[in-house]
């Protein structure tokens, strides 16, 4: 097997992947696919954090220009947006999706289908949005996927709050993770987006998706085939505790690939907390740059 080729395929043939789903299929009769450990069975409910059953729900699927320039190349990355989310962030930019179940509930089949046209049609790789709650859906569309030719990296987009035990179950599966790392305080986290002890959950995940895929590796056209990225939204007055985030990014490794987000602007119920009301600044946004290149980190 080539280096540049994504690392599911071995899974696929070895039947692991088979194996992974009937595994997956346990943990979601008592929904413990994330640290919010709802309980519920997903085969017959939708009442968890995440509002989701088992059927996929999806609101779009088409190449996407705006992702970091490494996951984009040329041709775009292929983004699957899944419906609802494990995190119900006040500030969320997306919340008509994530929030408000805009979207369709599909088939595993149906998604198999997006996968391979997203390939058809050159995109550099399968980008899925807002994954954590749906990655058994992800293995099950892979079943289908896979013997109609598939052959391109999978990337794993979440929010960060992920279980330890779900990424380990994922390895092999995507080659390219791509988490939020959101807040370094315990409490912010609660507060802004319904999750407890979110920083150590966060760091935790990071470090196994570290473990598995290593510092982000580009071909030699500069697109990723396998990696890290980290991304990390600068919220005002640091409420998202950026300079610890950036001590913890270094920590792990010098070259990670750590994408600074200046993009913040109030969404959503963002005015119940006065100290979202605003933009960020120039200088808050170049402080925490600053502070990254001095700590070492090389890709930011
Ligand atoms: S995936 Fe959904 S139902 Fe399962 S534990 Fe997380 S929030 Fe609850």
Redesign the pocket.
Known sequence: MKETEPSYLDLFSSSILKERVSLFEEI?KK??????????N?FESK??????GYLPIVSSCGPHFGEEPPLVGYRGSGTIFFT?C?LSCIFCQNYDISHLGYGKEISFEELAGMMIHLQQIGCHNINFVTP???VYAILKALLIAVPRGLRIPLVYNSGGYD?LKTIELLDGIFDIYMPDYKYAEENVGRELSGARRYPIVAKTAIGEMYRQVGDLTLDNRGVAYRGLLVRHLVLPHNLAGTDEVIDFIAGLSKNTYLNLMDQYRPCYRAKEKPELVRRITLKEYDEMVALARRRGLKRV
């Open positions: 979601i929904c413990t696919l994330c640290p919010k450990s709802c309980g519920i997903r009442e968890g954090d995440c509002r989701s609802n494990n954590s709650h749906m279980a």
